[in-house]
């Protein structure tokens, strides 16, 4: 069975930084596509970066320039270092993986098509 596992997150003032990361049991990031996802309350959950399972990255336009995606293969792992921390920023973090039917790409992968989810971390930007 499937598991992603994540850790970090927590509480931080604004301008800070954070490292979450994730990882997985019984599949490899380089079979499958992932990412990096947020819920705020009361809103939808929103794709906040994602990674094919080629390496290639894609980003919300929020996240450009301040959150950077990677993974460590031989780890099963990615992370999602988050920098400049904003208030807006304060969601429920979520990463998720689909196996890459079709090829590696970051097209498609929204909070509706991943097979597999975290448990979640929360991530408090105080001001």
């Known amino acids: 069975q499937v598991q992603l596992v994540q850790s970090g997150g927590g509480l931080v003032q604004a301008g800070g930084s954070l490292r979450l990361s994730c990882t997985a049991s019984?599949?490899?990031?380089?079979?499958?596509?992932a990412g990096w996802f947020r819920q705020a309350p009361g809103k939808e959950r929103e794709r906040v970066a994602v990674?094919?399972?080629?390496?290639?990255?894609d980003y919300a336009d929020s996240a450009k320039g301040r959150f950077t995606l990677s993974r460590d293969i031989a780890k099963n792992t990615l992370y999602l270092q988050l920098n400049s921390l904003k208030p807006e920023d304060t969601a429920m973090y979520y990463c998720?993986?689909?196996?890459?039917?079709?090829?590696?790409?970051?097209?498609?992968?929204?909070?509706?098509?991943?097979?597999?989810w975290g448990q979640g971390t929360q991530v408090t930007v105080s001001s």
């Open positions: 019984t599949l490899t990031f380089d079979n499958y596509n």
């Open positions: 998720a993986a689909r196996f890459h039917y079709g090829g590696s790409t970051c097209l498609g992968l929204d909070s509706h098509s991943m097979q597999y």
């Open positions: 990674i094919d399972s080629g390496g290639a990255t």
